[in-house]
């Protein structure tokens, strides 16, 4: 066995299906190429996105039932793993929504060093209500870390944490887009993310595309993702009559090709925690037009340099927006131009710095 590096385990939900997971598959990367040994653990089978180090796949090798029975195999085989591997430092990067078991896994945690991710403004996914309880489980972490400003001044308001810290999720800007793309329109904007209306809010999406007339003037808007809520997205589709106007496209492992042909991408969440896809939109030349929503866009978007930020909720003014990304040259030109360069403090290595800042050194 191999002792010569320092260790770190990324502990994930999946590494596949959304930002907060492609995330963990960039970090893998990041940590690699600071000196570490990196183990990668996850909770479900799902494994799409690229990684670097070993893979412990808890999803796979606990295949049974109940339910609460898999729950207690997948605890066994994380602490064994742990142990047998002495693995000093875990960078927890899952949701947190179930306190009990937030306890047992802390006591499979024991000593060792602790970096616990918040990945969204939407708190209760990650910490308890209680300020006691949360004091309890995280106070003694090594750091929090917080994907957007917003995100750390809402821990720091309201739980008193004095060991957060902002590190925004990084982008890789140097993503493989040779990959074969799928029939595509001639003319569109782009959503590309979890088909998840509690988070993304299609209905203010389709509302104002609708309301927008892209439609009429041969803009088609493409939806690229999976997840539960597609049949509702289909019901909306045909609500406002655009099914000669949207397409769905599944999920892409490599979405980056589709991205740069887009005229602009979409966001219209309620809450976000740091909007991956608005970053990669514009490290890809791709302007955006997004909400403001709680948090993150704000402090990517620069409004008319790399694209539009409009108020959340407010259909006429999103409509109003898409229409400008698509008949002002001059404002489309500017956005495209600056669009690449407005996220370099972004790329991999400019995120890599912050982290070397709060881990411990590599042997």
């Not at 653990?41 to 796979?60: C, M, P």
């Not at 179930?98 to 306890?103: A, D, K, P, V």
């Not at 616990?116 to 300020?131: A, F, G, K």
Request: contains cysteine; glycine residues 8%; aromatic residues 10%.
């Amino acid at each position: 066995m191999d002792t010569a590096k320092t260790k770190i385990a990324i502990f994930s939900h999946a590494l596949g299906g959304g930002g907060a997971e492609r995330f963990a598959g960039h970090l893998s990367f990041i940590l690699d190429g600071l000196g570490f040994e990196i183990h990668n653990i996850i909770l479900t089978e799902t494994q799409d996105y690229d990684y670097a180090g070993v893979l412990l796949n808890l999803g796979a090798l606990a295949k049974i039932e109940p339910r609460w029975k898999r729950k207690f195999v997948k605890a066994g085989l994380l602490k064994k793993y742990l142990e047998d591997y002495q693995i000093g430092t875990i960078i927890d990067n899952r949701p947190r929504n179930f306190q009990l078991s937030e306890w047992f896994t802390r006591q499979i945690y024991g000593k060792r060093k602790v970096y616990y991710l918040i990945q969204n403004h939407n708190l209760q996914n990650y910490l308890p209500n209680s300020v006691g309880l949360a004091k309890i489980l995280y106070g003694q972490a090594e750091k929090i870390i917080c994907v957007s400003k917003a995100i750390e001044d809402k821990v720091k308001s309201k739980y008193y944490f004095k060991n957060t810290v902002t590190i925004e999720n990084p982008v890789g800007f140097a993503e493989n887009s040779s990959t074969e793309l799928p029939p595509l329109p001639e003319k569109f904007v782009l959503f590309f993310g979890r088909f998840d209306e509690k988070a993304k809010n299609f209905t203010l999406m389709l509302e104002a595309y609708s309301l927008s007339g892209l439609c009429e003037k041969g803009v088609q808007l493409v939806l690229m993702g999976e997840g539960a809520d597609q049949h509702l997205i289909e019901s909306l589709i045909q609500k406002h009559q655009l099914g000669d106007c949207v397409t769905i496209l599944p999920y892409q492992k490599n979405p980056f090709g589709i991205v740069k042909k887009a005229r602009f991408t979409l966001l219209t969440s309620h809450f976000e925690g740091f909007p991956l896809s608005l970053a990669e939109s514009l490290a890809n030349g791709t302007p955006v037009v997004a909400v403001d929503c709680e948090s993150g866009p704000r402090e990517v978007i620069q409004n008319e340099q790399n694209g539009l930020l409009v108020p959340n909720y407010d259909v006429d003014a999103l409509a109003k927006a898409m229409n400008r990304m698509v008949d002002d040259e001059v404002l489309y030109a500017r956005c495209k131009a600056n669009a690449a360069a407005s996220v370099k403090y972004l790329s991999l290595e400019s995120i890599a710095e912050k982290w070397a800042q709060i881990l411990p050194k590599p042997l």
